[in-house]
């Protein structure tokens, strides 16, 4: 049995248990962010911090692929360790913004550079009968890091002051697990062969494979490596990335690879995590720390199904899935995107009778403009069909009571019966929007979620399999970024409801593109996969 590949693919899979930290624990830190005056964070410091790590991660991944060229896909992924590592410790015992931004940025370092090479790493480590079954561990990995985070959020959501300290701090110990872990496991066999090392690949697939019995497997990668290089040295010398844009197959390989990690992004997955907590308050569960474990359920659920989709990428193929999971998309982001519609229609009434401090919250008429208003929250009677309420400024100290009128304490809430929106509006007919997210999260974990990464893995040839996968990781987190830094423009241009109109729209547009141009690679071997994106097919 080749227990070493399930070894390896655990070890080499734990940088996305780190991603998916950063990403689950992100949206509960911005939070304890609003409580704490020392840091002075304004909402553009706290936004820029938390998505602080995208643009590093970005441009590491472009650095990662020469890493993972020259020294090895195991020595990249030791380097992006080390940066991790160093950004959980700035980052976690940071006094102020700008240090606190170093350590961010740290991380994104660490994720980006392990993005370049882990998928590489394991697919150039599996046999092709278990590779897209191996590959495919990375949303499971990925969705276990999002709820170890918020797990973690959750747990210290209680300490106000320092409890974001320990959330982005822990997550040092899987990085440093990984690195003492990745010291022990051999080093890609092809790898070795690009760089003239025979023996050294021989040892490490014996190693691998548990046989001794590789030579044929050997000699298949040195053959295909071999033809690579006359197919290179025809093109001439000069840039890689030059050479891959003139190989037709190649930018064929490199469209679809790109273009899969585009749709898969811009379907909004980031946009569906941080509307997790807002749908969930909306069903009534105005408490940080309430909502945030709620939030531990919903991200169970996408691991029930990130489970289940390591046997479906072998046995319905990558294409079906691919088409299946993005039409999937599609109808939950209508469902998602039609609540917060119904939201704005049917939102609840503000009192204009009230005797309060004359300012801009008593000028509004309705709960949805309220809340929209950073400064304002939604004071309303704990009933179960809420008619109306008082839109009242937010407390100076903390965003959880507002600064005068019956939610002014958590006292005077519990003596008038009263409950405090400062984000969100309470509506009758929340459930649409968690059977939405529900259905999301179900499509997502099988199909968009591991797919892409799955697929940019294994469609390169193995000279431009480094700079292929780093080229579509970059697109991924450029996308993220795009996101990120447009998300709260892009609400306030087309409201909530129209961003989930739009995600619905980039998913159904994806199934088509898939449905036409991405081939089906399963159960074929990295040789056989260049056949598909060969000439004979039609270009893109």
Known sequence: MPWLVYILTFIAQLSLINQGHDMGSSSGVSRL???????????????????????????????????????????????????????????????????????????????????????????????????????????????????????????????????????W??????????????????????????????????KALIGIRNTKDVGEEIQEIEANFNEIQESIAKLGGGNLLVKMLKTRSVRRALVVGCAIQLFAQFSGVNTVIFYSGIIIQMSGVGNVSSALWDSVIVNC??????????WLVDSVGRRKLSIIGLLGLFFSSLCIGTTF??????????????????????????????????????????????????????????????????CNSSLSRSKYSMKWAYDYCPVSFSWVAIIGLSLYLMFYAPGMGPLPWTINAEIYPLWARSTGNALGSMTAWICNLIIAVSFLSFVELIRSYGVFYVMASVALIGSVFCFFFLPETKNKSLEEIEILFSPKKPNV
């Open 341 to 406: 519609l119904m939201e704005a229609i049917y939102s609840p009434r503000v009192n204009t009778t009230n005797d309060f401090l004359n300012d801009t919250c008593s000028t509004y008429s309705q709960c949805n403009d309220c809340v929209r208003d950073a400064d304002c929250g939604f004071c309303y009677e704990d009933i179960r069909d809420v008619i109306d309420g008082d839109c009242l400024p937010v407390n100076d100290t903390s965003h959880l009571i507002s600064e005068v009128g019956a």
């Open 301 to 310: 659920f996408s691991l029930t199904f990130a489970i289940i989709g390591m």
């Open 169 to 202: 701090g822990i997550q040092a110990l899987f990085s440093c697990t990984q690195f003492f872990a990745l010291i022990f496991l051999p080093e890609s066999p092809h790898w070795f062969i690009q760089k003239s090392r025979k023996d050294e690949a021989t």
């Open 33 to 167: 962010f609003k409580d704490i005056e020392y840091l002075h964070l304004t909402q553009v410091w706290n936004q820029l911090i938390t998505a602080g790590s995208l643009p590093s991660a970005a441009v590491a991944s472009l650095i990662g692929a020469f890493i993972s060229d020259s020294f090895g896909r195991k020595k990249c992924l030791m380097f992006a360790c080390i940066c991790y590592i160093l950004g959980c410790v700035v980052s976690g015992s940071a006094y102020n913004r700008a240090s606190l931004l170093i350590g961010r940025l740290l991380i994104g370092c660490g994720i980006g550079i392990a993005c370049a090479a882990t998928a590489v790493y394991v697919a150039e480590c599996s046999p092709s009968h278990l590779r897209g079954r191996l590959i495919g561990l990375s949303q499971p990995f990925l969705t276990i890091g999002i709820l170890f985070g918020t797990i973690i959020s959750a747990l210290f959501s209680y300490d106000k002051k320092n409890g974001w300290r320990y959330i």
